[in-house]
């Protein structure tokens, strides 16, 4: 069997799931199971960027993907005049106090001609008082922004623009964390970076969740503004009622269909997009050179390569493109809840998509994303179908019964244990294994 052949088939068995699915529960929940596996796409390609091209192990998918959320919030919502009367203008002076006193610590360890010991005490003085002094400035801003009428905002809101600005924006914050972490831990061995990028994205989210200045932390931030129109305006139109009423369908059904598939469309081209220039990226010189140093870095370097460059280079690029699907996700969500972001939703799952896919080829990281992501959210009711089918002989009441309907959602984590053994078993370089060149 040709491998074009197999990529249709694999492909086309994915189709025919979601039918399935819009078939024996509804056309609604088929195209919101599309949706999220689109956006996981996305993310399995920002993974693939790093991971497939270069070796390089991202273990902190989650916080660049909150940093994408995050970006939705700065771009689309209006901003609160009260808010930023009460203290805006003082904690944006925090803020570059903050960045300034990163700038002096930084300046001050490269330019100090002294001992190691010296600019070591001298970077950390004026680390500690640069930080002080933000403190001072910015933790009276906060208390005044926070109080001002804490239900509903309690935070400065954003620029009031179109929502999709965001998605340029979310892919520019998880560039410029991804080019920071870099700088820092890209010069070491690899598994030093997983640690860095694991315990970064755990700062970034209890960040997120503790400054409620900025996106009202645990409170969250509802009723996001949207790309596509709202279910309640295609309801209430007159042109949309009668294409219902042509069709044969229910208004409200129909319009939920609707805004569903224009997401769908939005999605789809940015997937597009992102697959052919991650395709050229992987086909020119540039992608056989990142091939070549995830090899064999030693000779790479001996060959005159800079590996710490490339592998900064490789490694802001696959964060931008987990921060562009970040933004995305919220933006569908149509709301901002940092709480919500797991590291095994948001990186374990990731990156069993890319593994069950195959690493170092796009389309078997799309394909990691569509298929991990159907079964994880189907993997309940199909788990539910087969407990009840099996305990249909028990009494209704029998304390089995009840127990084991009552873990039915439990069978997700198993359903993705035995997916990844199954595949690791028998596709070790997964469903669509990279190409060898």
């Known amino acids: 069997m040709s491998a074009t052949l197999r990529n249709v088939l694999l ?23 599309l949706n999220l596996c689109l956006i996981s796409a ?40 009260e808010a930023w009367a009460a ?48 403190r ?34 979310g892919a520019a914050f998880a560039a410029t964390a991804a ?23 755990e700062i970034i989210i209890y960040f997120l969740k503790n400054e409620d200045w900025l996106a009202r932390g645990v409170k969250n931030v509802n009723g996001l503004p949207r790309p596509v129109p709202y279910e ?25 269909i609707i805004v569903k598939l224009s997401y769908a469309s939005l999605f789809v081209l940015v997937l597009l997009v992102i697959f052919w220039l991650s395709e050229r990226a992987l086909k020119s010189p540039w992608g056989r050179m990142m091939r070549a140093i995830r090899d064999n870095e030693t000779a790479a370097g001996a060959m005159g390569k800079d590996v710490t460059w490339r592998h900064l280079q490789v490694f802001v690029l696959g964060s931008a493109v987990i921060g562009l699907a970040g933004a995305m996700l919220t933006t569908l969500d149509g709301q901002f809840t940092p ?16 593994i069950v896919g195959g690493s170092g080829n796009n389309l078997g990281s799309i394909l990691g994303g569509f298929v991990i992501w159907f079964f994880w959210i189907e993997a309940e009711p199909i788990g539910l179908a087969l407990i009840e089918f099996i305990t249909s ?14 873990n039915a959602a439990h069978t997700r984590l198993m359903t993705m244990g035995l997916v990844l053994l199954l595949v690791l078993r028998f596709s070790p370089r997964g469903l669509i294994p990279e190409r060898q060149h």
Not at 13 to 26: C, E, H, T
Not at 91 to 110: D, E, F, H, P
Not at 179 to 201: E, P, Q
């Open 393 to 406: 002989g028990m009494a209704q009441d029998s304390a089995l019964r009840l127990h084991l309907i009552e």
């Open 136 to 169: 001072v400035v910015l933790d009276p801003a906060v208390e005044a922004i926070e109080a001002v009428e804490p239900a509903k905002t309690g935070f400065l809101g954003g620029l009031g623009i179109p929502i999709m600005f965001s998605w340029v924006v």
């Open 339 to 354: 709480a919500s972001y797991q590291p095994l939703r948001f990186t374990f799952l990731v990156w069993v998509m890319v």
């Open 42 to 81: 996305i993310m399995t390609l920002g993974i693939n960027i790093q991971w497939g091209y270069a070796g390089l192990f991202n273990a902190g998918v989650m916080g660049f993907t909150a940093l994408g959320g995050l970006a939705a919030v700065v771009v689309s919502v209006a901003p609160v005049p």
């Open 11 to 33: 492909f086309g068995a994915m189709g025919l799931l979601l039918v399935a699915v819009a078939v024996f529960q509804s056309a609604n929940v088929a195209l919101a199971i």
């Open 232 to 256: 309640i305006d295609l309801q209430g139109a007159a042109w949309f009622q009668d294409l219902a009423f042509q069709v044969g369908a229910p208004v409200i059904e129909l319009s939920s």
């Open 87 to 134: 203290g805006g203008a003082r904690a944006l002076m925090g803020l570059v106090i903050g960045l300034l006193a990163i700038a002096a610590g930084i300046a001050t360890w490269k330019k100090l001609p002294a001992s190691r010991r010296v600019r070591a005490w001298s970077t950390a003085l004026v680390a500690v008082l640069g930080f002080a002094l933000m």
């Open 179 to 201: 080019w920071a972490i870099g700088k820092v831990a890209l010069g070491l061995r690899s598994d030093y970076l997983a640690i860095a990028t694991l315990g970064i994205s």
